[in-house]
């Protein structure tokens, strides 16, 4: 990846390993063979023909979204808005190379969703919150209501009224308001 070359894993099972080189329109002459030693439990190179005959490419097809995910997930921390555009750009100037913006949109969901978490673990985890609430602020409630449809369990709605609220309540005048906080997206 860091070479700018075009390598191709050709034969890949638990015994073997052969990358060939795709560079000069396929005629580039490098490549390497590696084998599984079991008795050292180790893998060895056996063959390789480190000269190439081709040049830096600009289209690498090592680069997948998982693997550009995982080079992200800092910049994500760091900034999780971090746009299509400036994700490209920073490939483009770090490893010199070219992905399409269709690739940068997944890599970037993935990293999000290894930092912040995914948006189905964390409705999984909603009693936890509410019971985290009681236990954190006694004489609370909490009301969760989910629906179970075909076997699968869907979040609905989530009421929360904290200790001080209600007793803060009855020193209000006599007006009752409600207001509702409606999700948008997943």
Partial sequence: MHSGLKLKIQRND???LRVICLGAKG???WFAYCGYVPAKNIWQLRKVVDK?????EFNVNLINAKWLSRQLKNTMR?????RVVDIRKKISRKWNVNVS?????RARALSNEEVEGSFK???RRIYDYAHEILRSNLGSTTKVKVD???????FMRFYMCLKACKDNFFCCRPIIGLDGCFLKGR
Avoid: V
Wanted: glycine letters at 4%; hydrophobic letters at 10%.
């Fill in 78 to 82: 760091d900034n999780p808005s971090t």
């Fill in 101 to 105: 913006k269709s690739m940068s949109r």
């Fill in 27 to 29: 005629k580039c002459k």
């Fill in 121 to 123: 673990e964390q409705f």
């Fill in 148 to 154: 179970t449809i075909e076997g699968k369990t869907y």
């Fill in 14 to 16: 638990n015994r073997r």
């Fill in 52 to 56: 190439h005959t081709c040049s830096r």
